[in-house]
C-alpha cells in the first residue's frame, strides 16, 4: 500500500485521475486502525467480501483496476509487487489511460 | 444349515468389530485435542463435536473447541503463509467456552480462557500467536543436517518424522528432500517430496477457512505442489533421466506461473546439459529478473550466461546486455494483466463508508480511476 501512496503524489492536484480504495475487512476495528495508521490521501470505502467475490471476480488480494475515463475496465493487476518498481507500474497504467490508450 | 450359522457368527464377529472400532468419546476428545496440535483444523472440530455431546466430558470438550475458535478468531494471521483472522468464528469462540462453564461452572481452565476471549474482543489490536518453540526446535533439527554432511540418513529421517509429526504442514518435506538431494539420495529424496505434495494438500484442506479468499487458497495449493514438482525434477536432472526432469521442472514451471527462482534456474541448468543455449539462457534471464534465490545460485546463472556467449554482445559488454534483458523481461510481466473484466464497463458497487453509510462515487465519474481492492489482513 505505501506504494500507492507514493504513486499518488504525481497525481493529487489532477482533476482527471482518482485513486480509490476498497476494503473488503469484515473487522472493522482492524480496518479503522489500519486505515489511521496508513492515513492515505485518497478515500478508502468497503464493499463486501461476497459482492467483492461476485461482481468484480476477486479471489485474491491486492486487486487493482484501472478504468479509463469512459468507465472502461482496462487493466487488472492481482497480487503484490515482487521487482520494487511499484510506484512506475502505477503511473504507467494511469498515464496510459491518460493519453487514452 | 452349518453354512448359515457360521455367516451367523461372521457377522456377530464383524459387528463386535464395529463397536470396537468407534473411537469412544474420551477417545474423540483426545483425537480431536491432537489433531489441533497437528494444526488439522476441520478434522479436529469434528472429533470435538462429536465428543462434546457426552455429557461427562463436554466441559472440557467445549473448552478445546473455545479454544480452537479463539485462535482461528484472533491469532492465525499469517502463522502459515496465507493464514488470516477469521472473525466470523468469534463469537463461536464465546460461545464455546460459555458452554464449557454451563456444564461446569468450577471449570477454571475455561473461565480463564473465556476471559482471554472477552478481551481479544474488547481489544482494539490482538497479536498474533508466536511460532511455538518445540516447533522451531524439531524445525532446527531437521535443518542442522543442511551441513552435517556425514549424518546418517536415518538420522534425517527421524528429524523429518519427528517435527512432521509435531505439525503436519509440509514445509519439513521440502527441506528434508532437500537435504536428501544434497547428500545423492535422490529416489528417497522423490519419495519424500511426494508425502509433501499430499502433506500440502491435506493441511490446506483442513485449514480452507483460514485462507479467506479462493486465491490465496490456490495459490497455496499451487505453492506445494510446484514446490515438490520442482524438488522431484531436479532429482531427477541429478540422476540423469533428462525425459522425466523436463516433465516435472515444467509442471513446476506452469503452478509457479514461470515466478519461482529455483525453478527457473533448474530448467536453466536442464537446457544448458541438453544443450538448448536458446532456453537455457531464457531460464537463466527468467530466473535472474526475479526477486530471491541465494546469492551463489544467482552467480551461477550470470556466469552461465557469461560463458554461453550466444549472442553477439553489443557495446557496454555482458553486464549492460544483461540489464536490458532484465529489465525488457520485468516490463512484459507488467503488462500481463488478467482479462475476465477487462474491455468491460465498470460494474456498479455496493460500496459503502467505513461506518457504513452508502458512498457516493459521482466524484469518480469522467476521470482515470485506480480502484484497489484490499483487505487489512
Redesign the interface.
Known amino acids: 500500500m505505501p506504494h500507492l501512496k507514493a504513486s499518488y503524489a504525481k497525481y493529487q492536484n489532477d482533476p482527471n485521475v482518482a485513486f480509490l480504495l476498497v476494503s473488503i475487512d469484515e473487522d472493522m476495528k482492524r480496518l479503522q486502525r489500519y486505515i489511521n495508521e496508513m492515513k492515505f490521501p485518497f478515500p478508502v470505502a468497503r464493499l463486501t467480501t461476497a459482492d467483492a467475490e461476485k461482481v468484480m471476480g476477486i479471489d485474491n488480494t491486492p486487486t487493482t483496476f484501472y478504468v479509463g475515463t469512459d468507465g472502461i475496465v482496462r487493466y487488472m493487476v492481482v497480487g503484490g509487487e515482487s521487482h520494487g518498481d511499484s510506484p512506475a507500474r502505477v503511473s504507467w497504467y494511469v498515464d496510459q489511460l491518460k493519453a487514452g490508450k | 444349515m452349518h453354512r448359515s450359522l457360521l455367516i451367523v457368527g461372521a457377522i456377530a464377529t464383524a459387528a463386535a468389530g464395529a463397536i470396537a472400532q468407534t473411537p469412544s468419546p474420551r477417545e474423540q476428545l483426545a483425537r480431536g485435542q491432537a489433531l489441533w496440535e497437528q494444526r488439522l483444523a476441520k478434522s479436529a472440530i469434528a472429533a470435538l463435536e462429536i465428543a462434546a455431546r457426552d455429557n461427562v466430558i463436554a466441559a472440557e470438550a467445549h473448552e478445546a473447541l473455545g479454544r480452537l475458535y479463539t485462535y482461528k478468531g484472533w491469532l492465525q494471521d499469517n502463522v502459515m503463509p496465507g493464514w488470516h ?1 477469521e ?2 468464528v468469534r463469537a463461536k469462540a464465546i460461545a464455546e467456552l460459555k458452554a464449557s462453564i454451563a456444564a461446569d461452572p468450577t471449570r477454571a481452565s475455561a473461565q480463564e480462557a473465556l476471559r482471554t476471549a472477552e478481551g481479544y474482543a474488547a481489544a ?2 490482538v497479536d498474533p500467536a508466536p511460532p511455538r518453540p518445540e516447533i522451531r526446535a524439531l524445525d532446527q533439527r531437521l535443518q542442522s543436517f543442511q551441513t552435517k554432511t556425514d549424518a546418517a540418513i536415518a538420522e534425517i529421517l527421524a528429524a523429518l518424522e519427528a517435527r512432521a509429526k509435531a505439525q503436519a504442514d509440509p514445509a519439513p518435506y521440502f527441506v528434508a528432500a532437500q537435504i536428501l538431494i544434497d547428500r545423492g539420495e535422490y529416489d528417497r529424496a522423490i519419495a519424500i517430496a511426494a508425502q509433501g505434495a499430499a502433506a500440502s494438500d491435506k493441511f490446506i484442506d483442513e485449514n480452507l477457512s483460514a485462507y ?5 487458497s ?2 497455496s495449493y499451487a505453492r506445494g505442489r510446484g514446490q515438490a514438482a520442482d524438488l522431484t525434477g531436479w532429482a531427477l536432472f541429478l540422476k540423469k533421466d533428462y525425459a522425466g526432469a523436463t516433465a516435472k521442472l515444467e509442471e513446476a514451471e506452469r503452478l509457479s506461473q514461470g ?1 519461482d527462482f529455483a525453478n527457473q534456474f533448474h530448467l536453466g541448468e536442464l537446457a544448458r546439459t541438453q544443450n538448448d543455449t536458446a532456453q537455457a539462457r531464457e531460464h537463466y534471464l527468467n530466473a535472474l529478473s ?2 530471491g534465490g541465494p546469492a551463489p545460485l544467482r552467480q551461477r546463472a550470470t556466469q552461465a550466461l557469461d560463458a554461453m556467449q550466444i549472442a553477439p554482445v553489443a557495446a557496454g559488454g555482458f553486464e549492460a546486455w544483461l540489464e536490458s534483458q532484465l529489465a525488457r523481461r ?1 516490463e512484459e ?2 503488462t500481463a ?11 456498479k ?6 461506518d ?1 453509510r452508502p ?1 457516493d462515487t459521482s ?15
Open positions: 483472522d472473525p466470523s482494539d489490536a479467506m479468499l479462493p486465491g490465496k490456490q495459490g515466478a526475479l526477486a520485468r510481466r507488467k494483466v488478467l482479462k475476465s473484466l477487462i474491455d468491460r464497463p465498470l460494474p458497487l455496493a460500496l459503502t463508508t467505513v457504513g458512498y466524484s469518480l465519474r469522467g476521470k482515470v480511476l485506480l480502484l484497489n481492492f484490499f483487505a487489512s489482513w
